[in-house]
């Protein structure tokens, strides 16, 4: 299944990561490490050398071309500036899958942290839910994120998802103790 290379909203667009992307990632990454890095994983988080990430986004690239994951790269609608980032995973019950393994799916998303409180999260995220809805053996889409991340956890709540559980799951780091990891479900039905 392929699935659209670009997704426009009122104010966003939003398409996979390209290697090109990575002179203008590398800033944001630096910027914002404190914002990011106790929420998502360091190999997404980590600012590198612009050759290094720029690898790094040609593999998520690669990996959406191949219908493996999408990231969207989540920009401003004139293409402008870069704000962030929402995936979908396909997943089953035992954890992150290939999509022909898939029942469900799992939605990641990050922003910047001098973007927050505009809503682009929220908005974005609408978008790659209306996208799963035309993947008919998903039957739900799940937001996982930290129960200490307020900000992340009030995406799932404005979007009709409901808190099915927290997990005892270890933190992002090697080096964290363990988390409480919220599992967000909705119906994946139009």
Do not use: K
């Amino acid at each position: 299944m392929s699935v659209p290379v670009e997704l426009r909203t009122a104010r966003l667009v939003l398409r996979p990561w390209r290697a090109e992307d990575a002179a203008a990632m590398l800033p944001i990454l630096e910027t914002n490490w404190a914002h990011l890095s106790p929420w998502i994983p360091a190999r997404v988080a980590t600012p590198a050398p612009v050759p290094e990430l720029a690898e790094r986004l040609a593999g998520f690239g690669a990996a959406f071309a191949g219908d493996r994951e999408w990231r969207y790269g989540m920009f401003t609608n004139e293409g402008d500036r870069m704000l962030g980032e929402v995936s979908l995973f396909p997943r089953a019950s035992s954890g992150r899958v290939p999509l022909a393994e898939a029942d469900r799916a799992e939605l990641g998303y990050w922003l910047r942290a001098d973007e927050t409180g505009r809503g682009y999260v929220t908005e974005a995220v609408g978008v790659v839910l209306e996208l799963a809805r035309t993947m008919p053996q998903l039957q739900q889409v799940e937001i996982r994120c930290d129960a200490r991340n307020a900000a992340s956890a009030a995406v799932p709540r404005r979007l009709g998802f409901t808190l099915a559980t927290t997990l005892a799951e270890p933190g992002v780091r090697p080096d964290e103790p363990m988390v409480q990891l919220q599992v967000w479900t909705r119906a994946n039905v139009g």
